[in-house]
């Protein structure tokens, strides 16, 4: 097999073979029926106690979380000597899909598996495994993540909690935390500080310890089962051996586990925006207004189709997202520092599967509350409680705003290291749609989804414009560039997610597997206005960067770069729209 | 104890049933499958048999290649090995020939006792595990809520256990039986397991014995065709005095509607 795929960000400069692309529909038995497990676990026991645990009855969220864990969930990526099963990523992505329609503890699991497990798997050392693994794996510890303060949050290693060293060797922390999921009734918590106020460094701290404690419950806007609450560092003292990682590299720590718990996010999006697509389907077939379900109406057929293509969009990019990973890591167990290295080598890829999962999961929500109506507004129907559930992912684990900053910013430092041939490769387009005509490219003949294609070649070429403009226009200084930077994580975001999709539906076409004309649509719809956004962001950042002749000129390339015939759209959501109120929802299979 | 649970793969209860062209059959390609429900009961109750007893516990299926998907399902909620007997045909088969499939690949097998569920989710005739008992020539009873081995009873020696039947109307039978036995088993009786994921990935590596379909079986009955139940609206008057028509109210929910 090619190995150069399997080089994050490589898919902006590369054909990617269709077979080498993971899709939702190579899932295994096993996978199914892991997806099956996590199902019934969240709605015979988790959904019916979701009023528990909103009024913070942490005993039963403790229970639950030990329930996971008698059912292997939360040790997926851990290794088997530490009580894990070791499984590979889409093992993870299943679980963490199918866990998120309990929205609150969906965030009390990634609290524990994504936060508190996973940089113990991935820096600890094998005595700290030893140790705290196989308890927060059984579910017997709860784990927490303590990074954001009062006074940094975006701006995480600037934390003013303090370590300083003993002459036994120990270390005495001392400082306070907020916003710290699991905060109320965790055992192990991961805290960052700065030994003597400068080095960033991560600490495994017990709340057993002296001088651990829990502030008062946050009150907020949703999620409210899952507990938030300010962690206090008293004159703590912390073991020796408790350091997590290297010290003044905890850095190193943080990054890692948000690579990959803002991947697991986005899994997790498409499960909320599966369910909340069944509901507003079934709610649309069954109310009625002016004698017909509302189902009926093209208006509510534009929200159902629309609802149906971003989220086959998001849940396209996260499996192949999934398959990266797996294939990066093929081949028997790996170190922690192998496995850190192969999520560093794809976050890209999960920077934008976090908002683009995010975003799409709360444009679904909204529309769902539409579609109810008032019905949508009370709290007698989930939707009310969704829409608040939903918000908070584009504030944590890296907001929106910082990730769409990182995407092209990663891709950059890449290419200025020579990791990546992207400024090669924006050389030669500016070459080639400079010069009068532009030679048309040859595409594949498979005969299927052939304009889609050609359109997200295109989307490649234009984000290597934008993006070579820039790095010509500011160089050292693009960081400073926020809006130009997030137009061109707008133009990456839909280029990935596109192409994702249209390789998945190709897929389908050539299998002929069932509802094949489903994959059809939501690719087609998704690509047709993934274009008029990438134009849109295209003008909007060249004319920010240049003007006068240049600008005209980049704008006629752009033209004739992004040549792409609008299709039917209303008749492809109608399409969708029909099928998921036949069957009942997004249902693929 | 040497336990046998046939399971059927039937379409998941959510669908929304869609008929082929000819209204013989639904339409496959729409569907989504699952496990029987009571058959999954009837697994629960072997693991818990076999926990108790000690044992081994064997999945029998009969299907296509499809329902190899249950097969795996019960082998990851811990069921030790499973046969497969293998057919396109068997996809919209009557009880008599996939009794007939399921016996010939078990006969020699020779199990302690073999559970079905009550029925299947699907065609719903309740005749599989009746007809499995008469081809296998051991005894059997239908509809049970509880079963209890005798606790002398070993593997391979004749044993006896106490079955609880459910009846009309809330009423219930216990009766003794001799093994080897067959069973037909109602939903509910116990509570489900989780496939763990641990399971699930063990399940990998047991065994399933594919057999195929002995000649000659040919179906007892065909469907000739298939309709969609007509949803209609009755306003029913109940008359009478007030005292009547409350009994008679309850009379009807209780009987006919068995809403109580
Ligand atoms: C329910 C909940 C649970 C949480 N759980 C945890 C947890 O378990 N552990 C933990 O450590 N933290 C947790 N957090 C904290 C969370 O990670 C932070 O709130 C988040 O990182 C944002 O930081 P902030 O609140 O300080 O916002 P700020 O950083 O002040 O951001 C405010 C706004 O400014 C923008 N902004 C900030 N800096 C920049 C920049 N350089 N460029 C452009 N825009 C910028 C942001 O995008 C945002 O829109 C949780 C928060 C919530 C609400």
């Known amino acids: 097999m090619e190995t150069t795929l399997t080089k994050g960000g490589a898919w902006l400069l590369e054909d990617t073979p269709d077979a080498d692309v993971f899709t939702p529909e190579k899932l295994s038995d096993e996978h199914r029926l892991m997806a099956q497990t996590t199902d019934e676990f969240i709605a015979n026991e988790v959904l019916p106690n979701l009023d528990r645990l909103e009024e913070k009855d942490w005993e039963l969220a403790r229970t639950l979380i030990r329930r996971a864990g008698d059912l292997g969930l939360l040790g997926t990526n851990v290794p088997e000597e530490y009580g894990g099963l070791d499984l590979d990523k889409v093992s993870s992505l299943i679980v963490a899909e199918h866990i998120a329609r309990s929205a609150s503890f969906a965030v009390t699991y990634g609290g524990q598996a994504n936060l508190c497990i996973l940089p113990i798997v991935l820096f600890g050392t094998e005595e700290q495994k030893r140790q705290y693994l196989p308890g927060l794996v059984a579910g017997e510890l709860v784990g927490a993540y303590a990074l954001s303060e009062s006074g940094s949050g975006s701006d995480a290693l600037a934390a003013k909690t303090r370590a300083t060293k003993q002459a036994d060797g120990s270390w005495v922390l001392s400082g306070e935390k907020m916003w710290i999921t699991n905060g109320g009734f965790a055992d192990v918590i991961i805290v960052f500080a700065k030994v003597d106020g400068e080095h960033f460094t991560a600490f495994i701290v017990e709340k057993r310890f002296p001088g651990v404690s829990a502030g008062k419950e946050e009150h907020k806007m949703g999620i409210h089962g899952s507990s938030t609450t300010p962690i206090l560092l008293q004159d703590t003292t912390v073991p020796a051996g408790n350091v997590l990682g290297e010290i003044g590299k905890g850095h190193k720590v943080a990054l890692n586990t948000l690579n990959f718990g803002r991947f697991k996010l986005g899994a997790m999006c498409i499960g909320g925006s599966r369910q909340a697509i069944g509901d507003a389907a079934k709610y649309a077939a069954q109310r009625k207004q002016f004698g017909e379900p509302i189902a009926s109406f093209g208006a509510i057929k534009h929200k159902l189709g629309e609802m149906f293509a971003r989220t086959y969009a998001i849940e396209s990019l996260t499996y192949r997202t999934a398959g990266l990973i797996d294939a990066a890591l093929a081949g028997g167990t790996h170190d922690g520092a192998t496995v850190a290295h192969a999520f560093e080598e794809f976050a890209v890829e999960a920077s934008i599967a976090k908002v683009a999962g995010t975003e799409v999961l709360d444009y679904v929500l909204d529309e769902n509350v539409q579609i109810h109506g008032g019905n949508g507004f009370v709290r007698d129907y989930m939707a009310e409680r969704y829409y608040r559930d939903a918000r908070v992912n584009r504030i944590f684990e890296g907001t929106n705003e910082i990730n769409r900053m990182l995407i092209p910013g990663m891709l950059v430092r890449r290419a200025l290291k020579g990791e990546l041939g992207l400024i090669p490769a924006a050389k030669r387009l500016q070459d080639d749609v400079l010069a009068p005509s532009v030679p048309s490219t040859a595409f594949g003949d498979e005969g299927m989804l052939e304009d889609e294609r050609r359109a997200i070649a295109a989307f490649k070429k234009v984000a290597l414009m934008v993006l070579g403009t820039a790095m010509q226009t500011y160089g050292q200084k693009l960081t400073d560039e926020q809006e130009v930077l997030s137009y061109t994580a707008d133009i990456l975001i839909d280029t990935f997610a596109s192409e994702s999709a249209a390789i998945r539906a190709r897929h389908a076409l050539q299998s002929g597997g069932a509802h094949a004309d489903l994959h059809e649509a939501a690719a087609r719809l998704f690509v047709n206005d993934a274009a008029l956004r990438v134009e849109q962001s295209a003008k909007s950042a060249l004319a920010a960067m240049t003007d006068g002749d240049t600008l005209r000129t980049l704008l006629a390339a752009l033209r004739r770069v992004l040549k792409v015939t609008p299709v039917n759209t209303v008749a492809l959501r109608r399409r969708l729209a029909e099928a998921a109120v036949a069957r009942g929802g997004y249902i693929l299979n | ?260």
């Open chain 2, 1 to 260: 104890m040497k336990i046998a649970v046939c399971i059927k793969q039937v379409p998941t209860r959510e669908w929304q049933p869609r008929l082929r062209d000819d209204k013989t059959w639904i339409r496959e390609a729409d569907v989504s499958y699952e496990m029987n429900e009571p058959d999954a009961y009837a697994l629960e109750e072997a693991l818990r048999l076999r926990e108790k007893h000690g044992g081994e516990v064997v999945v029998c299926s009969a299907g296509p290649a499809r329902v190899q998907q249950v097969i795996r399902e019960a082998l990851a909620r811990g069921a030790d090995r499973a046969i497969h007997v293998e057919d396109d045909s068997l996809a919209a088969a009557d009880a008599f020939v996939s009794a007939g499939a399921l016996a010939s690949a078990m006969a020699d097998e020779t199990f302690d006792l073999v559970l079905t569920g009550l029925q299947s989710d699907d065609q719903g005739h309740g005749q599989t595990g009746v007809v499995l008992a008469e081809r296998l020539g051991i005894p059997h009873s239908t509809i049970i809520m509880e079963v209890q081995i005798d606790p002398s009873t070993s593997s391979g020696q004749a044993g006896s256990l106490r079955v609880k039947r459910e009846l009309e109307g809330g009423w219930f039978q216990w009766i003794a039986m001799p093994l080897p036995a067959l069973l037909t088993i109602q939903s509910g009786i116990n509570q489900l397991r989780y496939a763990t994921l641990k399971g699930i990935m063990a399940a990998k590596k047991k065994e399933i014995r594919k057999a195929s379909l002995p000649a000659g079986l040919q179906p007892s009955q065909q469907i000739v065709a298939l309709a969609m139940p007509a949803r209609s609206k009755q306003t029913h008057l109940i008359g009478g005095s007030a005292g009547e028509a409350a009994k008679e109210l309850v009379r009807l929910l209780r009987d006919e509607a068995r809403a109580l």
